[in-house]
């Protein structure tokens, strides 16, 4: 079978974007995934660049939906 781990972590999630952000303190409460260097850089909602510092992949099961 597959293991899950549950953490709980408050932030918001627009299923629209093509990428979300996560803070530091919310990477490190889902146990630090692995992240992987990629060289672009984001725009913000106010246009303003953003620059990332890796990319990870989880999955995500959202209580109640």
Known sequence: GVER???E???L???SA???ILSYS???ILG???LVNVPIELQSF???DTSIVGKCTITMYIQGH
Request: hydrophobic share 20%.
């Open 26 to 28: 919310a990477w490190e």
């Open 13 to 15: 999630i627009d299923s």
């Open 5 to 7: 781990t549950t953490y």
């Open 46 to 48: 106010s246009c303003e």
């Open 32 to 34: 630090r995934p692995t």
């Open 9 to 11: 972590v408050s932030t």
């Open 18 to 20: 093509d990428s979300n």
